[in-house]
């Protein structure tokens, strides 16, 4: 269980109260949660997912591979046929699904990672490039995240963006968004 919050007493008072009722143990600063890595300074919160790329990376290979500056061309148009499916999709669901969690802090990776993930039931060759392209991106990432501000204004922001039939594949309309809570992207 995390308990976070700005009010020193009211966390002491929960924490006494649930080991009366639990036995607990006291953890001290959050580190690293769920693939998460927090480092704490008196500016405020950093978060990132270093450990879990370099992870992913080793499993697939590609740790000391080239990276790229950006991730699927540009102009690359993934399309749902063409070639043989993979043989053995396994391993291309399960880095699809990674990448998914990465989001979580490398927002900007999203539509690409939505792109491949559309090719989940029959993935082939091309889908798993771009997938092996967007890993080499986060290799030359790997320690970029999120820096929340301790002491900042509480104002909400929110960007939206829409394209009306911008899919290429079936002419669906795409939309993306970000929200900001004073300078931080919170989703």
Wanted: charged content about 15%; hydrophobic content about 40%; proline content about 3%.
């Amino acid at each position: 269980m995390i308990i976070i919050g700005d009010d020193l007493n009211g966390i002491q008072e929960l924490k006494d109260f649930l080991s009366q009722q639990f036995e607990i143990k006291a953890l001290g600063h959050l580190n690293y949660f769920l693939a998460l890595e927090i480092t704490h300074s008196t500016d405020g919160l950093y978060i990132t997912q270093a450990k879990y790329v370099s992870k992913l990376l080793s499993q697939t290979g590609l740790t000391d591979s080239k990276t790229v500056d950006t991730l699927i061309e540009l102009n690359a148009h993934l399309i749902p046929s063409g070639e043989k499916p993979l043989s053995n999709p396994s391993l291309y669901r399960r880095l699809v699904c990674s990448l998914i969690y990465l989001m979580i802090t490398c927002p900007n990776i999203s539509y690409d990672v939505h792109k491949v993930s559309q090719y989940l039931s029959a993935p082939r060759l091309t889908h798993y490039i771009a997938v092996l392209c967007i890993l080499r991106y986060l290799n030359g990432t790997l320690f970029h995240g999120f820096f929340y501000f301790a002491y900042s204004s509480l104002v909400l922001c929110a960007f939206f963006y829409a394209n009306w039939t911008g899919d290429p594949t079936d002419r669906r309309s795409t939309t993306s968004y970000c929200f900001l809570l004073s300078s931080s992207l919170i989703s």
